[in-house]
Structure formats: C-alpha cells, structure tokens
C-alpha cells in the first residue's frame, strides 16, 4: 500500500523525520526523546527500510528534521546519508542544526553527500534565556557552526528564532536581529511562542508575554528585516532574494509531499497520511497510523489555509482553475467579513492577509470554516 501511494506521481519533496534530542527544549512539542545510541541504530535501520519502500529516485527537495539531525553520532549520519544518497538531482537538501551537537566532521560529511543548506536552532543570542528555555549552547557554539559551514562551503544558512517569552522584551528581540543580520545569514525563521501542554512549559503552566507585546514585537521584526533586505514571504519567514526555502514552500502551496520517519506526514493527491508515534509499532515497521482520504471540500479548505500564509497571498484564477470553484462566491460571507475588519484585502487579484491579519490568521480560518 506504501509504494502504490508513493508510485501515483512524481512527489516534489522529502521530509526526513529524526526524532533524537541530547537535551529537550521546554518549548517543544515534536515527536522526540532523549538521544540513546542503541536505540537510534535500530531506529535507523527501519527508517532505511521506510526509505526503500519509496518507489522513486528523484526529488527537488529533501528536509531532514526532528528532533535533531545532528544529535547522530558521525556513524549513524553517514548511515543515514547513505540512506538517502539514491535521490539524484535534489536541488535544495536541508538538515537541521543544533549548535551544541554539530562540529567540522559533520559538517565535512553534510557537504559530501550534497547537503546545500542548512537550518540552525538559534531561538535567541541571548544566552541567560537560552537557559530557561532548556537550551545548551552558548553563542561561540553559533558561531563556530557558521565557521564550520564557511569551511566546507555550505553557504545556504537558515536560522530560527524565537519571541513572545515572557521574560523577553522588545529590546532583546532587537538585538537578536541585529546580531542576525551582522551574521552570513541567508534566511531567518521566526517564531511567535506557542504553549504546547505536552511541552515542560505547558506542564508548568508557563505564560507567555502578553498580545499586545507579542504584536509589537512582531511589527518591529517585519519592519526590521525588510529594512534589511530580509523579505517576508510567509507569516515566519524571511529571505534575502534568492534564498527562500523550497521545501517549505511546497507545504505553503499545498503541493505533494512523502514524510518518512516517527510522526511524519505526507500528502499525496487526495490521500493524507501520518506515520505512528509510538516507537513499538514503528520498530515492527508498522509505520502508518493513519490514512485520510479527503474531499474536494477538504482539499480546498486546506489550500487555501496553507496559501494564506504566504504573503503573496492566494491567485484567486489559479485557484478558482484549480480548484474548479469561485472562491469569492464560496466564501463570501469570510471574506467580506475579513476585508471589513480590515484582516484581508484583495489586491493585484490575490487574496491576502493584511499587515494586521496575518498576525491573527488563525481566527481569519475560523471564518472560512463556518
């Protein structure tokens, strides 16, 4: 059943799930646990056996998350390499980095097997709440990273930040953009904290900063990276010209996509699928937890969900040729609701989210949903 999935069509991207941490970030909420050696060799094997399954030798993107990519020993990454090194002309190939766990080696190894870019758990510069937030590097950990990178010659660097933690100010969040852009930092993901009740945070009931500082922290990081030359092209990311993330785009397009690996989804024509989190089941190669066949309704809402979040916003032909339906008509009462209130405009035949919209694009959904 896997491989008749994947065999349908030519998928464009690749996500590689790795669900081992050295440390867990209070903030998180993704399937991961604490890195063990014998249970990532085993994990490896049957994520390789997941991989071989896939009945196609080529893909224009490939992201290997988690978790923490680089929290595998040197072995364990040539071996999962390896793994993937079937897949020819991969045009943009990302492997997530965190600071504490990454060194020259790996990044030798990153660059032989074609590993272009790279995304690079910053959250913050500033180092006391580095230590809240459950996080083990230091800012000479970052840096030596971007040295290691400049060495082999990966120059596609992706960072992620953080804002919105209460112990946080606008200033702080200034001064971790001015420290970005000071850095050779092609992209920069930045992202509104969210409470998980999975996460330590959420266990301790953590609360966050306050909307109205939330929002102002947000404006400024927009105003400050465009200034910059950091274009917003998505509500979380920014990119100088050129080196807007491929990968994420095929999501934010609603575009097809194979996931494999613990808890990882995939989307392929009107199948959605998601791969188990339990490790039992997944070490019996039992990988699949659940199968979604959706409805043109469903199909819809969820492109139109995924394409709101683009600056850009929706081409309302192409999606009404698409989708063969007239998303004006379909919606009207959301969207007039939302142009009213000053949340969505329509403008050079796109719908999109305002400067004040994209900010509450979750409440803007609801709409459309009703």
């Not at 200033?171 to 420290?179: A, F, G, P, R, T």
């Not at 966050?208 to 030359?229: G, R, V, W």
């Not at 092209?233 to 785009?249: D, R």
Request: net charge neutral; charged share 25%; hydrophobic share 35%.
């Amino acid at each position: 059943m896997y491989t008749k999935d994947i065999r349908r069509k030519m998928i464009k991207g690749l996500y590689v799930h790795i669900p081992f941490c050295r440390h867990i970030c209070y903030y998180c909420d993704f399937s991961r646990c604490i890195y063990d050696k014998s249970l990532s060799d085993r994990y490896l094997q049957h994520l390789r056996r997941e991989i071989e399954m896939i009945d196609q030798n080529s893909f224009e993107t490939i992201y290997i998350g988690g978790g923490t990519p680089t929290s595998l020993d040197k072995e364990q990454l040539i071996y999962l390499l390896e793994s993937l090194a079937r897949f020819k002309n991969v045009k943009e190939y990302t492997v997530e980095i965190n600071p504490e766990s990454f060194d020259l080696e790996k990044a030798q190894l990153l660059k032989k097997y074609g590993v272009n870019r790279v995304s690079i758990g910053v959250q913050t510069f500033n180092e006391n709440l580095l230590t809240r937030i459950g996080r083990k590097h230091n800012n000479i950990d970052v840096l030596n990273t971007l040295e290691y990178l400049t060495i082999v010659g990966i120059k596609n660097r992706s960072i992620d930040l953080m804002f919105g933690f209460k112990e946080q100010t606008l200033k702080d969040v200034l001064n971790d953009l001015h420290k970005s852009v000071m850095l050779d930092i092609q992209h920069i993901s930045i992202y509104d904290l969210e409470i998980y009740p999975r996460s330590k945070f959420g266990l301790q009931k953590y609360q966050k900063a306050d909307e109205e500082l939330t929002f102002m922290m947000y404006q400024t990081i927009i105003e400050f990276l465009n200034q910059h030359s950091y274009g917003q092209y998505e509500i979380s990311n920014f990119a100088l010209p050129t080196f807007q993330s491929q990968h994420n785009k095929i999501y934010w397009y609603y575009q097809d996509y194979a996931g494999v690996g613990l808890s990882a989804c995939g989307k392929i024509g009107k199948l959605r699928y998601e791969n188990t989190e339990n490790f039992v089941k997944y070490l019996s190669d039992n990988y699949r937890s659940k199968e979604i066949n959706l409805s043109n309704d469903d199909i819809r809402f969820e492109a139109l969900m995924m394409n709101l979040r683009l600056n850009e916003g929706i081409d309302i032909r192409q999606f009404d040729r698409r989708f063969q339906c007239n998303i004006l008509e379909d919606y009207h009462q959301a969207v007039e609701k939302n142009i009213q209130s000053g949340l969505l405009e329509i403008k050079d035949s796109h719908l999109k989210t305002t400067a004040k919209g994209i900010f509450v694009l979750n409440d803007i959904l609801i709409d459309f949903m009703n």
